[in-house]
């Protein structure tokens, strides 16, 4: 069966620009994550699937095996998010409805659910790079070629940490949390139920909780993400104008590529950072900037 995964850039993923596809998500391209829920079918079949829109494996499944053409339309917005073509069937596809299971990614938190979701379902161990003795991982983790965890880290909870990276010494990572390639977590630091991009440097006595952080972003010393309202209510998003409710009452910052923090950078929870944006020693983020 020949799979096409069309490219999307979702504007209400801002200040993530990149296209919905080329987004890793625990370690796996959105698109590569897309791929393996479809079983494997005839080359005469021609499927297409939105990179913004990750069906169930069963959902998939039963639009891939369908006797006829059909489309999938999201009635949100109209959107046909996956279409079945099958040569030599006539008439117009059927529309088939999405089920509760499969996932449109719509927002930046729906990437950290989605991680939630993948990171939290490992069952195991697959370590490629080193553990030195004295690093504690409590929990189940997936460690790339050529990264090293240094002694006095403590990993509570699944993580998947890519290729080539440095993590600590004697830093905290916790939840379900997915670190690109590349990447350096350093002295002192914490790092919960995040999401990092490929060449971040998070290197000294800083927090990142709840958050996606873009490539390439460089934290100074004493950068701090803070996470939850003190009201209790779930955190809004400001989008077109109009606050959005995320559903989430502890949610970080978006912060997009290129991103450079001065030290003892403080971020308000809910607040985003545009791409190649900076900040000055001591800056107080109260507003997206």
């Known amino acids: 069966m020949s799979v096409e995964i069309i490219p999307v850039k979702v504007p209400g993923l801002w200040p993530i620009t990149r296209e919905a596809g080329s987004i890793k998500v625990a370690g796996k391209l959105v698109r590569d ?3 393996e829920r479809f079983p494997e079918l005839p080359a005469d079949r021609k499927l297409t699937c939105r990179a913004d829109f990750l069906p169930s494996p069963a959902f998939a499944a039963l639009v891939a095996l369908g006797s006829g053409n059909c489309a999938v339309v999201d009635p949100s917005d109209g959107a046909t998010v996956m279409e079945l073509c099958i040569p030599g069937v006539s008439g117009a596809p059927g529309q088939i409805p999405i089920d509760a299971d499969s996932f449109r990614i719509r927002h930046p938190w729906d990437l950290l659910a989605l991680n939630e979701q993948l990171v939290g379902a490992l069952t195991g161990n697959r370590i490629e790079g080193t553990v030195r003795a004295g690093a504690m991982l409590d929990g189940f983790v997936h460690l790339g070629r050529g990264s090293v ?13 890519g290729e080539d990276c440095k993590i600590g010494p004697n830093c905290y990572i916790r939840g379900n949390t997915s670190v690109g390639d590349r ?3 350093g002295q002192a ?7 990092l991009g490929d060449k971040v440097s998070v290197g000294h006595l800083s927090y990142a909780g709840d958050s996606v952080i873009c490539d ?3 934290f100074g010393a004493g950068t701090i993400i803070s996470n ?9 998003w400001l989008e ?6 995320t559903g989430r009452r502890k949610f970080g910052a978006i912060i997009g590529e290129n ?5 003892h950078t403080a971020i308000y929870p809910g607040r985003s950072l545009s791409e190649n944006s900076m900040t000055v020693p001591g800056e107080v983020v109260s507003h997206s900037k």
């Open 216 to 218: 390439r972003v460089n």
């Open 189 to 195: 630091v914490e790092i919960k139920n995040s999401l």
């Open 33 to 35: 994550l897309i791929l």
């Open 259 to 263: 991103v450079h923090t001065g030290i």
């Open 149 to 161: 965890i240094l002694p006095g880290v403590y990993i509570e909870g699944n993580v998947v940490i």
């Open 240 to 245: 077109n104008q109009a606050f959005v409710d």
């Open 228 to 236: 939850l309202r003190h009201d209790g209510r779930n955190h809004r």
């Open 183 to 185: 990447c350096h977590i």
